[in-house]
């Protein structure tokens, strides 16, 4: 009879330890979200109906998506527990919010340390780029998976024009808030418009003599009506994407797949990906992402 109750008592003690610990990691993963879904607490049912919650607490894994009023704007909170041999966790979390233009991957670790030695732009290009850029140009976008442990990371580029306050070539996060933002997207409009490709080539060397009428008068109309005060600057800003464009085809592998180490608690490379499609220049700024001040 001892022996069952003695029995009985182990059972119920485990099984209080597991709740307690699903308890305190769906506590954990709900509060690293709150700064998306604090944007949604206070609407009414209506308001909510763009809210989406992916709540896999239970496993590790919580998602909060959506748009709220009034400017529309999107924000996005994803965490994900990894656990360790020792059955401890470290979490990765991103956050995106469209109308402060932030993006960011963080963990409760030092994010360094959970990843592979000098993890970073490198991994994807042996290029040597830092010198040749006035400000990061691309951001280290993190997939955190749903199931399983396999994250995918991808170098994306920072939409034009942001200009990160940060000496290095890439990020882990960014934000407005940290840089110093210029609209630059007259630049798209200009190469929209423009007949011959080599007329880019010509307004970053300065032989503005080279260039047809027909793609001079969108330029100096552009000059006087948007965002550049002479030809001088826009050639200036040019050249900066033109290296930015030099760096994007200097990248390797489109993306890297990290495993998860439970033994040393940390990410190892898995995966390498293939080189992404080589692009033209023209083409590179018509489908780049530009900042625009939004609300």
């Not at 993006?103 to 990843?115: G, H, R, T, W």
């Not at 934000?175 to 200009?190: H, L, M, R, V």
């Amino acid at each position: 009879m001892k022996k069952i109750v003695i029995t009985l008592l182990a059972i119920l003690l485990t099984n209080t330890i597991y709740s307690q610990t699903k308890i305190d990691l769906n506590k954990v993963l709900w509060q690293k979200v709150k700064s998306c879904y604090s944007n949604f607490q206070d609407l009414n049912k209506e308001e909510k109906k763009n809210l989406d919650i992916i709540d896999d607490a239970k496993n590790g894994y919580l998602e909060i998506c959506g748009t709220y009023p009034t400017c529309g704007c999107y924000c996005s909170a994803i965490v994900a527990a990894y656990k360790d041999s020792n059955k401890n966790y470290t979490f990765l979390q991103t956050n995106e919010e469209t109308c402060n233009w932030t993006k960011s991957v963080s963990s409760n670790q030092e994010i360094s340390s959970i990843l592979p030695d000098n993890f970073g732009f490198n991994s994807f290009s042996s290029a040597q780029i830092i010198p040749f850029l006035k400000s990061p140009a691309f951001y280290l976008n993190f997939t955190i998976p749903r199931e399983g442990t396999d994250t995918k990371v991808t170098p994306e580029l920072i939409p034009f024009g942001l200009n990160v306050d940060k000496k290095s070539a890439w990020v882990f996060n960014y934000d407005q808030n940290n840089a110093n933002p210029k609209s630059i997207s007259t630049i798209k409009e200009i190469v929209n418009s423009i007949k011959n490709d080599e007329t880019l080539d010509h307004l970053i060397l300065g032989t503005l003599d080279s260039i047809n009428a027909h793609d001079l008068k969108i330029i100096k109309t552009s000059i006087t009506n948007k965002s550049f005060s002479n030809t001088k600057e826009l050639s200036s800003t040019l050249e900066e994407l033109k290296n930015i464009y030099q760096s994007y085809l200097s990248i390797k592998h489109s993306y890297i797949i990290l495993g998860w180490d439970k033994e040393k608690a940390a990410f190892y490379i898995k995966e390498k990906g293939d080189k992404p499609k080589t692009i033209t220049f023209k083409n590179f700024l018509l489908h780049a992402n530009y900042w625009e001040p939004i609300c």
